[in-house]
């Protein structure tokens, strides 16, 4: 049996990398050896795309360029790392896919576009995850707590210096990513959550997609 592609989505700040974690943990502990992913990243091409793409220092590309750079690093990781383990019957759990593309680069009909049109490409109808789980969060929370972040340390990459209208924009294309695949996404407001109930919430939507998994998966596409 193949194993279940998993992608967690949200704003910076939203909590991905705790629940991302907490959920590798769950699912060890069920016996499964998930696979832990984040994006941009994953195999050593992508990590060096992913230094050129947090580098607080360029100038603002154009969002193609940068949707291009996101996917050379999304092939790369679903080749080499995500295909071979989903064939193996391992589960994926990997933070930030195409939503992310699409919520950040993909913010008008144009760029939109272009975003889908290399989804097609790169991901494909078969190779698309069995859930996509966004952690909807206010955007001048997340903001707040990116903030706070970076005062106890961390360098700001040139993702986080955006403002909250920014973050408003992409929270909108989290929003109609949802609304478009509502079988296969998850849209949790986290904003009055702890991190154990969010935990609870992902974990009980994940019986409910054993119980009923998406078209593609009941076929058995390898
Ligand atoms: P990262 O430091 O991993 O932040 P986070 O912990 O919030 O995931 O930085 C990833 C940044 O890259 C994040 O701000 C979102 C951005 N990004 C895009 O703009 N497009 C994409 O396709 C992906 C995968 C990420």
Known sequence: MRGRFLVLEGVDGSGKSTQAERLVRRLEAEGRRPLHLREPGGTPVGERLRAMLLDAERRRWDPRTEALLFFASRAEMLV???RPALREGRDVVCE???PSTLAY????PETEGFVLALDDLVVGRDGQPDLVIILDLDPEVSLERTRSRAWYGD???SFERRDAAYYR???QGYLAYARARAERTFLLPVGGLDADQVEARIAERLRALDAAPPASRREGSP
């Open 155 to 157: 360098t700001e990459t």
């Open 80 to 82: 080499r790392r995500v």
């Open 105 to 108: 680069q993909g913010q008008d």
């Open 96 to 98: 930030r896919f195409t």
């Open 169 to 171: 924009r992409v929270r």
